[in-house]
Protein backbone atom coordinates (compact mmCIF):
# COMPACT_ATOMS: atom_id res chain seq x y z
CA UNK A 1 0.00 0.00 0.00
CA UNK A 2 2.78 2.48 0.69
CA UNK A 3 4.72 2.14 -2.59
CA UNK A 4 1.34 2.89 -4.35
CA UNK A 5 0.91 6.10 -2.55
CA UNK A 6 4.39 7.26 -3.61
CA UNK A 7 4.13 6.35 -7.05
CA UNK A 8 0.98 8.38 -6.76
CA UNK A 9 2.31 11.26 -5.18
CA UNK A 10 5.35 11.12 -7.60
CA UNK A 11 3.23 11.11 -10.90
CA UNK A 12 1.45 13.67 -9.63
CA UNK A 13 4.82 16.32 -8.42
CA UNK A 14 5.98 15.22 -12.14
CA UNK A 15 2.64 16.08 -14.08
CA UNK A 16 2.26 19.30 -12.28
CA UNK A 17 5.80 20.52 -12.54
CA UNK A 18 5.43 20.88 -15.96
CA UNK A 19 5.57 24.23 -17.67
CA UNK A 20 5.19 25.68 -14.16
CA UNK A 21 7.77 28.50 -13.43
CA UNK A 22 10.59 29.80 -15.60
CA UNK A 23 12.77 27.08 -15.62
CA UNK A 24 11.45 23.49 -15.61
CA UNK A 25 13.65 20.91 -13.44
CA UNK A 26 15.82 18.45 -15.24
CA UNK A 27 14.11 15.02 -15.38
CA UNK A 28 15.73 13.38 -12.61
CA UNK A 29 15.34 16.73 -10.43
CA UNK A 30 12.85 14.67 -8.14
CA UNK A 31 14.14 11.37 -8.79
CA UNK A 32 15.03 10.57 -4.91
CA UNK A 33 13.79 8.47 -3.22
CA UNK A 34 11.19 9.10 -0.30
CA UNK A 35 13.63 7.90 2.83
CA UNK A 36 15.76 10.71 1.17
CA UNK A 37 13.16 13.63 0.71
CA UNK A 38 12.53 12.51 4.22
CA UNK A 39 16.21 13.08 5.23
CA UNK A 40 16.75 14.49 9.04
CA UNK A 41 16.94 18.50 8.18
CA UNK A 42 14.56 21.06 9.21
CA UNK A 43 14.44 22.11 5.63
CA UNK A 44 15.53 21.43 2.47
CA UNK A 45 15.15 22.37 -1.12
CA UNK A 46 14.47 19.83 -3.80
CA UNK A 47 15.17 22.48 -6.35
CA UNK A 48 15.85 25.81 -6.67
CA UNK A 49 16.52 27.00 -10.64
CA UNK A 50 17.34 31.02 -11.47
CA UNK A 51 17.03 32.06 -14.98
CA UNK A 52 18.26 35.49 -16.33
CA UNK A 53 16.61 36.15 -19.99
CA UNK A 54 17.99 39.32 -21.55
CA UNK A 55 15.65 40.85 -24.27
CA UNK A 56 14.73 43.89 -25.86
CA UNK A 57 11.55 45.63 -25.77
CA UNK A 58 9.77 47.57 -28.79
CA UNK A 59 11.81 50.59 -28.32
CA UNK A 60 14.91 49.09 -28.29
CA UNK A 61 15.41 49.39 -24.70
CA UNK A 62 17.41 46.13 -22.79
CA UNK A 63 15.56 44.25 -20.33
CA UNK A 64 15.86 41.20 -18.13
CA UNK A 65 13.21 38.75 -16.82
CA UNK A 66 14.85 37.47 -13.68
CA UNK A 67 13.21 33.84 -13.01
CA UNK A 68 13.00 31.94 -9.73
CA UNK A 69 11.53 28.19 -9.05
CA UNK A 70 12.07 27.09 -5.73
CA UNK A 71 10.70 23.61 -4.58
CA UNK A 72 11.16 22.71 -1.11
CA UNK A 73 10.01 20.20 2.01
CA UNK A 74 9.79 21.18 5.59
CA UNK A 75 10.01 18.61 7.79
CA UNK A 76 9.04 20.33 11.51
CA UNK A 77 6.69 23.08 12.39
CA UNK A 78 9.90 25.64 12.93
CA UNK A 79 11.10 25.13 9.68
CA UNK A 80 7.27 25.36 7.95
CA UNK A 81 7.13 28.84 9.81
CA UNK A 82 9.85 30.37 7.68
CA UNK A 83 8.36 29.22 4.94
CA UNK A 84 4.50 30.13 4.91
CA UNK A 85 5.39 33.04 3.46
CA UNK A 86 6.52 34.29 0.53
CA UNK A 87 8.24 38.19 -0.14
CA UNK A 88 8.90 39.34 -3.42
CA UNK A 89 11.19 42.53 -3.35
CA UNK A 90 9.34 44.80 -5.85
CA UNK A 91 11.90 48.25 -5.74
CA UNK A 92 13.62 49.07 -8.56
CA UNK A 93 11.44 46.33 -10.83
CA UNK A 94 9.57 47.33 -13.76
CA UNK A 95 6.67 44.57 -12.87
CA UNK A 96 6.53 41.40 -11.19
CA UNK A 97 4.50 38.55 -13.38
CA UNK A 98 3.34 34.88 -13.59
CA UNK A 99 3.35 34.61 -9.78
CA UNK A 100 2.00 30.59 -8.48
CA UNK A 101 2.46 29.03 -6.00
CA UNK A 102 1.04 25.26 -4.78
CA UNK A 103 1.85 22.92 -1.88
CA UNK A 104 1.54 19.20 -2.05
CA UNK A 105 0.97 16.82 1.25
CA UNK A 106 2.16 14.18 1.71
CA UNK A 107 -0.66 12.19 0.05
CA UNK A 108 -0.93 13.92 -2.74
CA UNK A 109 -3.37 16.49 -2.46
CA UNK A 110 -2.47 19.73 -4.55
CA UNK A 111 -3.59 23.15 -3.10
CA UNK A 112 -2.96 26.01 -6.00
CA UNK A 113 -2.56 30.01 -4.93
CA UNK A 114 -5.82 32.00 -5.26
CA UNK A 115 -3.95 35.16 -7.27
CA UNK A 116 -6.73 37.38 -5.47
CA UNK A 117 -4.86 36.69 -1.87
CA UNK A 118 -1.45 38.11 -3.81
CA UNK A 119 -0.72 41.85 -1.20
CA UNK A 120 0.96 44.77 -2.02
CA UNK A 121 3.47 46.44 0.59
CA UNK A 122 4.71 49.77 0.15
CA UNK A 123 7.96 50.32 1.96
CA UNK A 124 8.19 54.67 2.06
CA UNK A 125 11.80 54.01 3.46
CA UNK A 126 13.11 52.61 0.07
CA UNK A 127 10.47 54.11 -2.00
CA UNK A 128 10.12 50.05 -3.04
CA UNK A 129 7.45 47.63 -1.39
CA UNK A 130 6.66 43.82 -2.08
CA UNK A 131 4.43 41.48 -3.36
CA UNK A 132 3.49 38.74 -0.43
CA UNK A 133 1.38 36.11 -0.04
CA UNK A 134 0.80 33.22 2.21
CA UNK A 135 1.79 29.73 0.91
CA UNK A 136 -1.71 28.24 0.94
CA UNK A 137 -2.02 24.11 2.69
CA UNK A 138 1.22 23.99 3.74
CA UNK A 139 2.11 20.88 5.80
CA UNK A 140 5.38 19.49 7.95
CA UNK A 141 6.31 17.00 5.23
CA UNK A 142 4.62 18.37 2.37
CA UNK A 143 6.66 20.24 -0.26
CA UNK A 144 5.89 24.00 -0.97
CA UNK A 145 6.39 25.12 -4.57
CA UNK A 146 7.02 28.60 -5.78
CA UNK A 147 7.98 30.81 -8.93
CA UNK A 148 7.67 34.28 -10.36
CA UNK A 149 9.38 36.42 -13.00
CA UNK A 150 10.63 39.80 -12.19
CA UNK A 151 11.46 42.24 -14.99
CA UNK A 152 14.29 44.72 -14.77
CA UNK A 153 15.87 47.17 -16.75
CA UNK A 154 18.96 44.79 -17.70
CA UNK A 155 22.22 45.17 -15.48
CA UNK A 156 25.53 43.54 -16.89
CA UNK A 157 26.97 41.96 -14.06
CA UNK A 158 25.53 39.01 -12.16
CA UNK A 159 25.89 38.09 -9.00
CA UNK A 160 23.77 34.84 -7.96
CA UNK A 161 24.07 33.23 -4.55
CA UNK A 162 23.95 29.27 -5.35
CA UNK A 163 24.24 27.77 -1.71
CA UNK A 164 21.29 28.72 1.09
CA UNK A 165 20.84 27.66 4.31
CA UNK A 166 19.52 24.36 3.53
CA UNK A 167 20.93 21.22 1.37
CA UNK A 168 19.81 21.80 -2.27
CA UNK A 169 19.54 18.58 -4.50
CA UNK A 170 19.65 20.53 -7.61
CA UNK A 171 20.40 24.00 -7.85
CA UNK A 172 19.44 24.99 -12.04
CA UNK A 173 21.21 28.41 -13.70
CA UNK A 174 20.63 29.85 -17.02
CA UNK A 175 21.34 33.13 -19.18
CA UNK A 176 19.86 33.64 -22.32
CA UNK A 177 20.80 36.39 -24.56
CA UNK A 178 21.00 37.84 -28.20
CA UNK A 179 23.81 35.74 -29.92
CA UNK A 180 25.71 39.59 -30.57
CA UNK A 181 25.82 39.98 -26.69
CA UNK A 182 28.42 37.51 -24.85
CA UNK A 183 28.66 36.94 -20.86
CA UNK A 184 31.48 35.47 -18.99
CA UNK A 185 31.32 33.72 -15.81
CA UNK A 186 33.36 33.21 -12.43
CA UNK A 187 31.91 30.60 -9.84
CA UNK A 188 33.48 31.20 -6.64
CA UNK A 189 33.97 28.69 -3.60
CA UNK A 190 33.28 25.55 -5.79
CA UNK A 191 35.42 23.81 -8.24
CA UNK A 192 34.53 21.63 -10.85
CA UNK A 193 31.60 23.17 -12.31
CA UNK A 194 30.86 21.85 -15.83
CA UNK A 195 29.28 25.12 -18.25
CA UNK A 196 26.67 24.33 -21.52
CA UNK A 197 26.44 26.98 -24.19
CA UNK A 198 24.39 26.56 -27.11
CA UNK A 199 22.80 29.14 -29.85
CA UNK A 200 19.74 28.65 -31.20
CA UNK A 201 17.71 31.33 -32.97
CA UNK A 202 19.31 34.00 -32.52
CA UNK A 203 20.00 33.44 -28.84
CA UNK A 204 22.52 32.04 -26.93
CA UNK A 205 21.72 30.20 -23.47
CA UNK A 206 24.54 29.59 -20.38
CA UNK A 207 23.54 26.70 -18.40
CA UNK A 208 25.17 25.58 -15.12
CA UNK A 209 23.66 22.50 -12.76
CA UNK A 210 25.27 21.80 -9.68
CA UNK A 211 23.88 18.71 -7.47
CA UNK A 212 23.87 18.21 -3.71
CA UNK A 213 24.83 21.47 -2.46
CA UNK A 214 25.25 21.59 1.24
CA UNK A 215 23.85 24.03 3.59
CA UNK A 216 25.67 26.85 4.37
CA UNK A 217 26.67 26.69 8.43
CA UNK A 218 27.48 29.84 9.83
CA UNK A 219 30.46 29.98 11.76
CA UNK A 220 30.92 32.71 14.67
CA UNK A 221 33.18 35.57 13.02
CA UNK A 222 33.00 34.13 9.56
CA UNK A 223 32.83 35.79 6.52
CA UNK A 224 28.85 34.48 5.93
CA UNK A 225 28.28 35.94 2.59
CA UNK A 226 31.78 35.35 0.60
CA UNK A 227 32.17 32.06 2.19
CA UNK A 228 28.64 30.70 -0.23
CA UNK A 229 29.17 29.71 -3.44
CA UNK A 230 28.34 32.30 -6.14
CA UNK A 231 28.07 33.19 -9.50
CA UNK A 232 29.54 36.24 -10.97
CA UNK A 233 28.51 37.13 -14.88
CA UNK A 234 29.56 39.74 -17.19
CA UNK A 235 28.50 41.05 -20.40
CA UNK A 236 32.43 41.00 -22.07
CA UNK A 237 31.37 41.77 -25.73
CA UNK A 238 29.11 43.17 -27.77
CA UNK A 239 30.11 41.83 -31.58
CA UNK A 240 27.58 44.29 -33.25
CA UNK A 241 30.54 46.97 -31.82
CA UNK A 242 33.89 45.24 -32.15
CA UNK A 243 35.84 42.90 -30.12
CA UNK A 244 37.20 45.08 -27.14
CA UNK A 245 36.71 43.96 -24.10
CA UNK A 246 33.68 45.67 -22.34
CA UNK A 247 32.95 46.74 -18.69
CA UNK A 248 36.93 46.40 -17.33
CA UNK A 249 37.96 47.62 -13.98
CA UNK A 250 39.81 50.53 -16.42
CA UNK A 251 36.55 51.62 -17.82
CA UNK A 252 34.94 51.16 -14.12
CA UNK A 253 38.05 54.09 -12.90
CA UNK A 254 37.16 56.04 -15.81
CA UNK A 255 33.42 56.17 -14.58
CA UNK A 256 34.93 56.46 -11.38
CA UNK A 257 36.97 59.10 -12.01
CA UNK A 258 34.41 61.21 -14.20
CA UNK A 259 31.80 60.76 -11.15
CA UNK A 260 33.84 62.51 -8.48
CA UNK A 261 35.36 65.56 -10.55
CA UNK A 262 32.30 66.14 -12.34
CA UNK A 263 30.75 69.51 -10.52
CA UNK A 264 27.47 71.76 -11.49
CA UNK A 265 28.19 75.38 -10.75
CA UNK A 266 26.05 75.22 -7.95
CA UNK A 267 27.84 72.79 -5.95
CA UNK A 268 31.31 74.30 -6.97
CA UNK A 269 29.84 77.20 -5.43
CA UNK A 270 28.57 75.73 -2.36
CA UNK A 271 31.72 73.78 -1.60
CA UNK A 272 33.88 77.38 -2.44
CA UNK A 273 31.33 78.57 1.15
CA UNK A 274 31.98 75.82 2.28
CA UNK A 275 35.96 75.44 2.06
CA UNK A 276 35.70 78.96 3.27
CA UNK A 277 33.72 78.72 6.22
CA UNK A 278 35.66 76.50 7.98
CA UNK A 279 39.32 77.08 6.80
CA UNK A 280 41.47 77.81 10.16
CA UNK A 281 44.91 79.20 9.47
CA UNK A 282 47.28 78.90 9.82
CA UNK A 283 47.71 74.76 9.26
CA UNK A 284 49.92 72.92 7.11
CA UNK A 285 47.78 71.04 4.38
CA UNK A 286 47.69 67.89 5.81
CA UNK A 287 46.21 69.37 8.91
CA UNK A 288 43.36 71.71 7.32
CA UNK A 289 42.37 68.16 5.69
CA UNK A 290 42.17 66.86 9.26
CA UNK A 291 39.97 69.35 10.17
CA UNK A 292 37.91 69.64 7.02
CA UNK A 293 37.25 66.11 8.17
CA UNK A 294 35.77 66.92 11.36
CA UNK A 295 33.98 69.67 10.36
CA UNK A 296 32.19 67.25 7.55
CA UNK A 297 32.01 64.40 10.20
CA UNK A 298 29.94 66.13 13.05
CA UNK A 299 27.52 67.67 11.01
CA UNK A 300 26.65 66.00 7.69
CA UNK A 301 25.57 61.83 7.65
CA UNK A 302 25.02 59.14 4.99
CA UNK A 303 21.71 58.50 3.58
CA UNK A 304 21.37 55.76 0.78
CA UNK A 305 18.75 56.43 -0.49
CA UNK A 306 19.35 60.38 -0.76
CA UNK A 307 20.68 63.29 -3.12
CA UNK A 308 24.29 62.50 -4.64
CA UNK A 309 24.96 66.38 -5.37
CA UNK A 310 27.18 67.90 -3.21
CA UNK A 311 24.93 71.20 -3.02
CA UNK A 312 22.10 69.39 -1.91
CA UNK A 313 24.28 67.02 0.95
CA UNK A 314 25.75 70.60 2.50
CA UNK A 315 21.93 72.08 2.48
CA UNK A 316 20.21 69.04 3.97
CA UNK A 317 22.72 67.80 6.31
CA UNK A 318 22.44 64.00 4.44
CA UNK A 319 23.09 62.32 1.29
CA UNK A 320 24.72 59.70 -0.84
CA UNK A 321 28.08 58.65 -0.27
CA UNK A 322 29.14 59.41 -3.83
CA UNK A 323 28.06 63.31 -1.98
CA UNK A 324 30.82 63.01 0.68
CA UNK A 325 33.28 61.71 -2.10
CA UNK A 326 33.09 64.37 -4.34
CA UNK A 327 33.42 66.71 -1.73
CA UNK A 328 36.41 65.02 -0.28
CA UNK A 329 37.88 65.08 -3.85
CA UNK A 330 37.23 69.13 -4.09
CA UNK A 331 38.75 69.43 -1.00
CA UNK A 332 41.78 67.29 -2.04
CA UNK A 333 42.04 69.82 -4.65
CA UNK A 334 41.81 72.78 -3.00
CA UNK A 335 44.65 71.73 -0.83
CA UNK A 336 46.92 70.48 -3.32
CA UNK A 337 47.32 67.32 -1.78
CA UNK A 338 48.24 64.00 -3.75
CA UNK A 339 45.49 61.23 -3.45
CA UNK A 340 43.76 58.26 -5.39
CA UNK A 341 40.13 56.75 -5.06
CA UNK A 342 39.74 53.30 -3.97
CA UNK A 343 36.73 51.54 -4.43
CA UNK A 344 36.11 48.27 -2.80
CA UNK A 345 33.68 45.86 -1.24
CA UNK A 346 32.88 45.03 2.58
CA UNK A 347 35.18 41.72 3.02
CA UNK A 348 32.42 39.68 4.60
CA UNK A 349 30.12 40.38 1.49
CA UNK A 350 33.22 39.20 -0.98
CA UNK A 351 36.86 38.39 -1.55
CA UNK A 352 37.65 41.12 -4.29
CA UNK A 353 38.74 38.88 -7.67
CA UNK A 354 41.23 41.03 -9.43
CA UNK A 355 40.94 38.12 -12.58
CA UNK A 356 37.18 38.54 -13.11
CA UNK A 357 36.16 42.11 -14.09
CA UNK A 358 33.07 42.68 -11.87
CA UNK A 359 31.66 45.80 -11.00
CA UNK A 360 29.85 43.96 -8.57
CA UNK A 361 32.73 44.27 -5.83
CA UNK A 362 33.02 48.14 -6.30
CA UNK A 363 30.32 49.36 -3.92
CA UNK A 364 32.20 51.55 -1.38
CA UNK A 365 34.49 54.16 -1.38
CA UNK A 366 37.90 55.19 0.51
CA UNK A 367 40.59 57.95 -0.44
CA UNK A 368 44.49 56.91 0.23
CA UNK A 369 46.84 59.33 0.31
CA UNK A 370 50.31 57.95 -1.25
CA UNK A 371 52.68 60.10 0.63
CA UNK A 372 51.30 59.42 4.27
CA UNK A 373 50.44 56.02 3.18
CA UNK A 374 46.91 56.76 5.19
CA UNK A 375 43.23 56.36 4.48
CA UNK A 376 40.35 58.09 4.56
CA UNK A 377 36.79 57.32 4.52
CA UNK A 378 34.81 60.12 3.41
CA UNK A 379 31.23 58.96 4.24
CA UNK A 380 31.82 56.84 7.23
CA UNK A 381 31.02 59.20 10.44
CA UNK A 382 32.95 56.88 12.91
CA UNK A 383 36.31 56.70 11.21
CA UNK A 384 38.90 59.65 10.86
CA UNK A 385 42.00 60.10 8.90
CA UNK A 386 44.38 57.31 9.34
CA UNK A 387 41.14 54.96 10.29
CA UNK A 388 38.56 52.82 8.26
CA UNK A 389 35.83 50.30 8.75
CA UNK A 390 38.15 47.14 9.26
CA UNK A 391 35.18 45.28 6.71
CA UNK A 392 36.79 47.26 3.98
CA UNK A 393 40.74 46.47 4.72
CA UNK A 394 42.41 42.93 4.43
CA UNK A 395 40.98 43.10 1.02
CA UNK A 396 42.04 44.26 -2.34
CA UNK A 397 40.38 47.56 -3.74
CA UNK A 398 40.55 49.50 -7.49
CA UNK A 399 42.58 52.57 -6.73
CA UNK A 400 42.10 55.50 -9.03
CA UNK A 401 44.27 58.40 -9.69
CA UNK A 402 44.61 61.44 -12.11
CA UNK A 403 47.70 61.18 -14.37
CA UNK A 404 48.66 64.64 -16.50
CA UNK A 405 49.06 63.51 -20.14
CA UNK A 406 49.98 66.03 -22.52
CA UNK A 407 48.14 69.18 -20.38
CA UNK A 408 45.23 66.43 -19.85
CA UNK A 409 44.49 64.80 -16.51
CA UNK A 410 43.82 61.06 -17.39
CA UNK A 411 42.77 58.85 -14.64
CA UNK A 412 44.82 55.52 -14.22
CA UNK A 413 43.52 52.86 -12.53
CA UNK A 414 45.73 49.42 -10.96
CA UNK A 415 44.53 46.88 -8.84
CA UNK A 416 46.33 46.91 -4.71
CA UNK A 417 45.78 45.76 -1.09
CA UNK A 418 44.14 47.70 1.25
CA UNK A 419 46.09 46.31 4.30
CA UNK A 420 44.60 45.79 7.80
CA UNK A 421 45.38 47.84 10.84
CA UNK A 422 48.55 46.56 12.42
CA UNK A 423 47.31 44.27 15.91
CA UNK A 424 49.66 45.98 17.73
CA UNK A 425 47.72 49.56 17.14
CA UNK A 426 44.25 48.02 17.49
CA UNK A 427 43.68 47.01 21.01
CA UNK A 428 41.07 46.66 23.59
CA UNK A 429 42.32 46.83 26.91
CA UNK A 430 40.65 46.48 30.23
CA UNK A 431 42.05 46.74 34.00
CA UNK A 432 40.33 45.95 37.36
CA UNK A 433 42.06 47.16 40.51
CA UNK A 434 40.44 45.65 43.37
CA UNK A 435 40.88 46.84 47.41
CA UNK A 436 39.63 46.40 50.78
CA UNK A 437 39.58 47.98 54.09
CA UNK A 438 41.52 46.68 56.25
CA UNK A 439 38.69 45.77 58.19
CA UNK A 440 37.47 43.71 55.26
CA UNK A 441 34.27 45.00 55.34
CA UNK A 442 34.17 47.00 52.53
CA UNK A 443 35.33 46.96 48.92
CA UNK A 444 36.15 49.04 45.98
CA UNK A 445 36.88 48.52 42.55
CA UNK A 446 38.19 50.66 39.68
CA UNK A 447 38.04 50.04 36.40
CA UNK A 448 39.92 51.28 33.28
CA UNK A 449 39.11 51.08 29.76
CA UNK A 450 41.62 51.65 26.85
CA UNK A 451 40.87 51.45 23.70
CA UNK A 452 43.45 52.61 20.55
CA UNK A 453 43.40 52.30 16.80
CA UNK A 454 39.70 51.04 15.22
CA UNK A 455 38.57 49.76 18.70
CA UNK A 456 38.24 53.54 19.82
CA UNK A 457 36.94 54.50 16.42
CA UNK A 458 32.82 54.90 17.81
CA UNK A 459 34.04 56.15 21.42
CA UNK A 460 36.82 58.61 20.25
CA UNK A 461 34.05 60.24 17.42
CA UNK A 462 31.51 60.59 20.80
CA UNK A 463 33.64 62.48 22.41
CA UNK A 464 32.73 65.44 20.71
CA UNK A 465 29.09 65.23 22.06
CA UNK A 466 30.27 64.71 25.49
CA UNK A 467 30.88 66.89 28.88
CA UNK A 468 33.83 66.68 30.81
CA UNK A 469 31.51 64.99 33.62
Not at 197 to 225: H, W
Request: net charge negative.
Amino acid sequence: MMSKAITIYMVLCGLLLQGFGQIVPQDDALSVSFEEQAAPYPLHYLYRGVSYDYLYDDTGNLLCDIGHHVILKANNEAALGTVNKIYIPTGDLIEVRDIKSRTISRDGRVVELDQSNIKEIADQETQGGYRIFAVEGAEVGGEVEYSYVMRTPASTFVWQTAQYDAPTKTFDFQLTSPEHLLFDFHIANYEGEEWKTDTLGGVTRYRLSLSDVPGYVQEPFAAGEANKIRIEGKLSYNTYTGGRRLNTFSDAGKKIFRTAHTLSKVEEKEIAAFIKRHRRAPLTPMEQLIHYEHEVKIRLYEEEYASDKVDDLLSNRFGQGRAFLKLFVAILEHLDIDYEIVTTCERDKAKFNPNFDNWKYLDDFLIYLPAEEKFLAPHHSAYRYGSIPPELSAQKGLFVKKQLITDFEYPVSRIADIPAASHEKNTSRQEFVLSFSDDLSHHAIDIKFTYTGDEASNYKTALHWTTEQ
